[in-house]
DNA sequence: GTGGTCTAGACCACC
DNA sequence: GTGGTCTAGACCACG
């Protein structure tokens, strides 16, 4: 699989695991049906230990990401991938406005932010 | 003084007052000089350990917000206004900056983004 | 390891540690990504509270000599070899100038203090 | 008098006096005989608690710098101009003796300190 | 009165 | 097992 963890990160790595397979999800990387890794395998190929892979795949089940397949393994639920883009859209909505409601405390004008804002834009087309 | 101390808020106790006193030197209610409340006095007024207390204090002295008077006290350093408000206005740039990578990592254009970005500045004019 | 602790120093116990821990990277004793002994292991060796250990810690991760790596222990951080001797330089320097400095101003000429710095250099050869 | 003191030195107030006037004596600004101000005195002038100068002239009766003149108030000791000097003195070396030893553990020979030495004196000629 | 340090013991999330 | 945080209570030097 095409993970990149780091355990310096700051972030646990059961997280970084979670976030990666769900960005996959969305993106249509991983598509509703497909088999994914099974614990060990993740394990072995991260080199992580097994308790720290089960407990990212429990949390995507719990988040209805993921779901189990009696006796084969762990499949992307049924339109998972709608789910997770709705998620993201969603918490990049609420991080915006958590740091433009900061940015309005700190006595920035809608004027200082918006050119603020395009500055960002820029630099990524 | 001016602080709201919630211990469920998963920020911790130390770091909750370090941000509020380096917001409160920010915007001006806290001017270089004035002698800030001593150790026990602000642990007794929002029952928390005075060790908490310190440790905060300690923070925000590494970070030259606050210097101590030799038997005294502790007191807003000089320079800390200007200091504080251009750590803010870095974070904000900084946080901003990831949000619309992430943004950008889910296929939204610069278009899209600047839609919702107008949305939620309307809110706050 | 290697800690000599004397609690009568002057010098407060987490910082002796700080300091020790700092000069055993500088002198390559401890290399980059190399674990160190856990809070709880060092406190029991030497018999010092672990709060005190991991103050200590929290300083030299605050100095980038340390980084934690999550569940894991405190491993030396990359490129704190090669900071730890520049700090040790520029702290040697600048603690030289003030001795000169000192001198200076005794009334002692460049004459004296060549002589000083001779007599106290044969001493080590 | 001719005092400096600095209450954010992180050096105690009692000791920046005590350094300040044993370097006044060793000087030859104060010579023995001569009568310092009084506690209250110095306290007003310097706007400092009369209790630090109170520690600070007991210090220097300690180090045999003042004697105490009956109904009078306290004067500078016999001899305390040539004691001041030497203390001065035997300071310098200890403290040079020290740096000294702190580069050798370092790994810099001869060689590269006597450079370091010279390269410090030529700014003060 | 002030801050600074240390000890003792507890709870948490993470691996 | 690991570090991180918090509480409680003590002692110190300083003003």
Known sequence: ????????????????????????????ALKSGELIPSVRELARELAINPNTIARAYRQLQEDDVLQSVRGTGLEVATGAGERCRNERLKLIRTRLRQVLAEAKQSKLNSKDLRELVEKELSNFD
């Open 1 to 28: 699989m095409f993970f990149h963890i780091d355990p310096h990160n700051g972030l646990a790595i059961y997280d970084q695991i979670v976030r990666q397979l769900k960005f996959a999800v969305a993106s249509g």
